[in-house]
C-alpha cells in the first residue's frame, strides 16, 4: 500500500498546471474556513476567559433598561458577594470618524478597579484617574487606533445620552487576562450622572460583583434575584460567561450564518477536488485496465484512485494551513485586534482549527474520489482498451 501511495503522489505532477491550480483553489477554501472558524472563536474568546468568580446582575426583560442605582448596596449585602461595581453603556462615537465602534462606559472608579482587577494601570495614572471628575482610562489597542496619549484632551459625541462629552485621557490601561476588551473608554459614572435630567439620574445599567467562592455563583445569583422579585424592577443575576453569551446572543443569527459558510466552503472544496480527480481518471482508463490486463485488482485500482486524491486534499491542506498564519492571523489579526479591538479584543487561530481544517480537506478528499475510485474499479478491460484505442 506504500508504493501506492507513492505512485498515487507521483502522478500529481503529471499535469502540473492543473494540479497547481486545484491545490491553489483548495488552498483558497481552506483559508476561508480557518478564517471564518477563527471569527467565531475569537468572537467568543472574552467568553470562554470569563473570571469565574464575577457574576452580572441586570434588569430581568433587558439589559438596555436600567435599574436603580441603590440596588448596588442591596447586592453588596448579599452573603457571599465580596465586592461590587456599576456601569451604563454610553454609546459615545468619535466625532471625527463616527463609523468605528468602541465601547464607552461609565462606571465608579474605585469599585471598578477593584472588582476589575485584570486591569493594570501605573499607579499615577490610576491615582489621577480616580481624582478627575472629567478623566477617563483607555486599553492600549485603543489608544493606538485613536493616537491618543495620556494628557491629551478627547471629546465623545452621545448618542444614548445626546452633546458633547469632554474628557481628559489620564491613563492608559493594559489586561492581565483576556475577559477585559483593551478597546474600551472608561470614563466617571458621576460625571455622567451630574449632568443628567433628574428623570434619568441614578440609574444604572447593570452591577457586576466579585464573589467569594465560584461554585456557588448559582446560589448567590437565586439569591439576588429573590431580592428583588416583588420590587417593580425585577432582576436577572448570572454569571459574567453567562452574561458575555448573552450579549453575543443578540448577533447570534450572524454567528450562525458564519458556521453554515464555513461548511459550505468545505462543499465546494469537494466539488473541486472531485472534478480534477474524475479528469484524471478519465485520462488513464488505458492505463488502469492495461494494470487489471496484468493482474491488479479491482482494490488496486480504486486505492490507485483514493491515494492521488489524499495525497492532493493534503498538499491543499498544507498548503492552505502555511497561508493560514500570515494571512488570518498575522495580516488580518492584527488590523482587527487594532482597528476593532471592541470585538476581536484576542484574535489568534486556534490550533484545534488548524487540525480541523487539515483533517477535513483529507476526507472531503477521500469522499470527493469514492465515485470515480468505484467506477474505475470496475472497468471492463476490454472495453476500456477499445474506448481509447
Do not use: C
Not at 5 to 11: D, E, K, P, Q, S
Not at 121 to 132: F, S
Request: hydrophobic fraction near 50%; aromatic fraction near 10%.
Amino acid at each position: 500500500m506504500t508504493k501506492l501511495l507513492l505512485i498515487a503522489a507521483r502522478n500529481l505532477g503529471r499535469n502540473r498546471w492543473r494540479t497547481f491550480a486545484t491545490v491553489l483553489g483548495a488552498a483558497v477554501a481552506v483559508l476561508a474556513f480557518v478564517m471564518l472558524r477563527t471569527i467565531l472563536a475569537a468572537w467568543l474568546v472574552a467568553a470562554e476567559y470569563s473570571a469565574k468568580d464575577r457574576i452580572g446582575t441586570r434588569h430581568k426583560v433587558s439589559f438596555v433598561i436600567s435599574m436603580p442605582k441603590h440596588y448596588v448596596d442591596t447586592v453588596r449585602d448579599v452573603p457571599g458577594v465580596k465586592k461590587a461595581t456599576w456601569m451604563n453603556w454610553f454609546g459615545g462615537k468619535n466625532p471625527k470618524r463616527p463609523q468605528e465602534f468602541f465601547a464607552t462606559i461609565a462606571v465608579d472608579p474605585p469599585s471598578f478597579l477593584e472588582v476589575m482587577d485584570e486591569i493594570e494601570l501605573p499607579p499615577a495614572e490610576r491615582q489621577k484617574w480616580l481624582e478627575d471628575r472629567k478623566g477617563a482610562i483607555i486599553g492600549d489597542v485603543l489608544a493606538k487606533t485613536l493616537g491618543l496619549k495620556v494628557g491629551d484632551k478627547f471629546v465623545l459625541q452621545g448618542s444614548i445620552y445626546p452633546g458633547d462629552w469632554e474628557f481628559n485621557i489620564d491613563g492608559i490601561y493594559t489586561a492581565k487576562r483576556k475577559s477585559v476588551d483593551r478597546s474600551t473608554f472608561w470614563f466617571h459614572w458621576n460625571y455622567l450622572n451630574e449632568s443628567l435630567p433628574e428623570n434619568r439620574k441614578n440609574e444604572v445599567g447593570w452591577i457586576t460583583s466579585r464573589i467569594d467562592d465560584a461554585g456557588r455563583s448559582g446560589d448567590i445569583s437565586a439569591a439576588i434575584d429573590k431580592i428583588f422579585d416583588e420590587k417593580d424592577t425585577q432582576t436577572t443575576t448570572m454569571s459574567e460567561r453567562a452574561m458575555n453569551l448573552s450579549f453575543v446572543g443578540m448577533i447570534s443569527a450572524l454567528l450562525t450564518a458564519l458556521d453554515i459558510i464555513s461548511f459550505i466552503i468545505l462543499v465546494i472544496m469537494m466539488m473541486v477536488l472531485g472534478n480534477t480527480i474524475a479528469m484524471g481518471v478519465r485520462e488513464r482508463t488505458r492505463e488502469y485496465a492495461v494494470l487489471r490486463a496484468v493482474g491488479f485488482l479491482p482494490g488496486h485500482i480504486a486505492a490507485f484512485v483514493i491515494f492521488e486524491a489524499v495525497a492532493l486534499g493534503l498538499l491543499s491542506g498544507l498548503v492552505g494551513v502555511a497561508l493560514s498564519y500570515p494571512v488570518v492571523e498575522k495580516g488580518m489579526g492584527r488590523w482587527l485586534e487594532e482597528n476593532m479591538g471592541a470585538w476581536f479584543p484576542y484574535f489568534r487561530i486556534p490550533p484545534e482549527t488548524l487540525a480541523v481544517a487539515l483533517g477535513l480537506t483529507v476526507t472531503v478528499s477521500v469522499v470527493a474520489s469514492l465515485i470515480p475510485a468505484v467506477r474505475a474499479s470496475r472497468l471492463v478491460v476490454t472495453d476500456a482498451l477499445r474506448r481509447v484505442a
